[in-house]
């Protein structure tokens, strides 16, 4: 929690301390620079060279309707919102859950998703926020599943890993009593574990939301067309179908 609070200290510092590409300037180089963190399955995955994934898909859907080529940056899932600060790219997109303190240092979008933070663990494992009591459970770094799980009344030991897999992969181990991540990868991991995990329950949910730099007001405008354009003409509901053979927009 400790760390929660100075990173986001450190993030509402650097909020603002420089300029933001506006949206005019962005047109003109013809390039936005888009970042995100590159393991978090099925949502942005990073497989040699190549970015994969629904976010990965869907922003480059949203750039090429706002008639823009795509420069990807990659970085670890806690440093993403500082670099928006630093103006090192023009918007963050990793599954970022709409919080009340991280809206104090960035811009959200309209939600890209909607989704929630679910309990995984292996078969006898703790399966309710009541049973975790006592319970040692992994979870990523900087995520609301650290902070929700911190918040689970009598919750034993919380493990942190720099990446989403890491803390899945402690799971997988018996390192720990359960793992708490998104309820879609929650779902892949069960498919592809077979049986070695079962699904818990949705511990919190969560609207999920584009970044940019605090105060890029034309840009978020721009990006909040796209994603409504592409909502109304099928090519939301392809690249989502895709993934998740459903569709994955808030309702
Ligand atoms: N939805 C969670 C949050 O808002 C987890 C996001 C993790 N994203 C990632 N690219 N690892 O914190």
Redesign the pocket.
Known sequence: MKKTLLTLTALALLAGSAEARTWEAIKQSGTIKIA??G??PP??ILKGKQLTGFEVELAEALAKGLGLKVQWVTQP?DNLLIGLGQDRYDFVI????I?PERAKAVDFSNPHYC?G?AIVTRPGGPKTAAALKGKKVAV?V????LENVRKVSGIGDVKTFP??TDAQAALMAGRVDAWVG?KFTGLDLIKAQKGKVVQGDLLFK?R?AMAVKKGNSGLLKELNAALTKAQANGTYAKISGKYFGQDVRCK
């Open positions: 995100t963190e393991a978090f949502f942005n899932f990793a599954s970022h859950g919080t989704t933070g990523q900087g995520t609301t599943y990446k989403d998104d969560e999920i």
